[in-house]
């Protein structure tokens, strides 16, 4: 909360100035204009970072991501000066109202530019917050058990329905994807990241959830984060000493730990 008001009474303050050599407003009027501001835009830069984080637009095709980033700045920034224009309508002078509308075109430039600083800011976020998690699942390896992936095995039932086809929304498209096209799961913290032949879809969802509910002599868990699908298999060998490496049909490359070798080497009979 102090954080905000801070970056609320900088924002004000910033405003204030710049717009004091421009209109004949009280230095004190154009604080609190900026303050209501400052709070119409934290209120905006949350909203915004919860579109971008659950939007999955990172999944998109490139002109699709840029047409939603596009619209989504259109409309924040609209929001943004009708905000404006009911704070000025409020604070000001309606003597001077020609005045305040002055400046509606000034702040739209300048929610334009904040606009294009947040979605940099957010990617960047993101992206650090997917190593992070991708890092901590990769340690967690090492506490690995081999009870803890079997006992996985022993729960499926005949009851439990297999899954054939996965649906994936993302952003305003909705992808169904055929298990056999499947190549890996990768464990992304409360996500799980599907990659197929032709791209990757992002899957609110647990990896235990899809170990479960796909075929176990077509599936095996690798890894901690990794479930592959054994027809996609193309290469085992050797990394790091006592490591293995896999090489997939799409071309990545991803390490299984020493019980997901064992498991593997069970299912595939070698």
């Given at each position: 909360?102090?954080?905000?008001?801070?970056?609320?009474?900088?924002?004000?303050?910033?405003?204030?100035?710049?717009?004091?050599?421009?209109?004949?407003?009280?230095?004190?009027?154009?604080?609190?204009?900026?303050?209501?501001?400052?709070?119409?835009?934290?209120?905006?830069?949350?909203?915004?970072?919860?579109?971008?984080?659950?939007?999955?637009?990172?999944?998109?095709?490139?002109?699709?991501?840029?047409?939603?980033?596009?619209?989504?700045?259109?409309?924040?920034?609209?929001?943004?000066?009708?905000?404006?224009?009911?704070?000025?309508?409020?604070?000001?002078?309606?003597?001077?109202?020609?005045?305040?509308?002055?400046?509606?075109?000034?702040?739209?430039?300048?929610?334009?530019?904040?606009?294009?600083?947040?979605?940099?800011?957010?990617?960047?976020?993101?992206?650090?917050?997917?190593?992070?998690?991708?890092?901590?699942?990769?340690?967690?390896?090492?506490?690995?058990?081999?009870?803890?992936?079997?006992?996985?095995?022993?729960?499926?039932?005949?009851?439990?329905?297999?899954?054939?086809?996965?649906?994936?929304?993302?952003?305003?498209?909705?992808?169904?994807?055929?298990?056999?096209?499947?190549?890996?799961?990768?464990?992304?913290?409360?996500?799980?990241?599907?990659?197929?032949?032709?791209?990757?879809?992002?899957?609110?969802?647990?990896?235990?959830?899809?170990?479960?509910?796909?075929?176990?002599?077509?599936?095996?868990?690798?890894?901690?984060?990794?479930?592959?699908?054994?027809?996609?298999?193309?290469?085992?060998e050797l990394y790091e000493k006592q490591n293995q490496l896999l090489t997939l049909s799409n071309g990545d490359k991803i390490k299984i730990s020493a019980s997901g070798y064992k498991r593997l080497r069970e299912k595939l009979g070698l």
């Amino acid at each position: 909360m102090l954080a905000i008001s801070g970056l609320c009474i900088v924002y004000a303050t910033v405003q204030a100035w710049a717009f004091g050599w421009l209109v004949s407003f009280p230095f004190l009027q154009l604080m609190l204009d900026g303050m209501v501001n400052g709070l119409c835009l934290t209120a905006l830069s949350y909203l915004l970072w919860k579109v971008i984080k659950y939007g999955n637009f990172e999944t998109l095709e490139f002109y699709q991501r840029l047409i939603n980033y596009a619209a989504l700045g259109l409309l924040s920034i609209a929001i943004w000066t009708g905000l404006c224009y009911l704070s000025a309508y409020s604070i000001f002078d309606p003597d001077k109202w020609s005045e305040a509308i002055s400046m509606l075109p000034l702040k739209a430039f300048i929610a334009l530019l904040i606009y294009l600083l947040m979605i940099q800011l957010f990617r960047m976020g993101l992206a650090v917050a997917g190593v992070e998690s991708q890092r901590q699942t990769e340690e967690e390896t090492e506490e690995e058990t081999e009870e803890e992936i079997a006992g996985m095995d022993n729960h499926r039932t005949e009851e439990i329905e297999m899954l054939e086809r996965i649906v994936v929304k993302s952003g305003q498209k909705i992808d169904v994807i055929r298990v056999a096209e499947i190549v890996y799961f990768q464990a992304e913290g409360d996500y799980v990241r599907i990659f197929t032949d032709s791209g990757k879809y992002l899957k609110e969802e647990t990896m235990k959830y899809f170990q479960s509910h796909l075929p176990d002599g077509q599936f095996i868990r690798v890894h901690r984060s990794y479930l592959v699908n054994t027809s996609k298999i193309l290469r085992i060998e050797l990394y790091e000493k006592q490591n293995q490496l896999l090489t997939l049909s799409n071309g990545d490359k991803i390490k299984i730990s020493a019980s997901g070798y064992k498991r593997l080497r069970e299912k595939l009979g070698l």
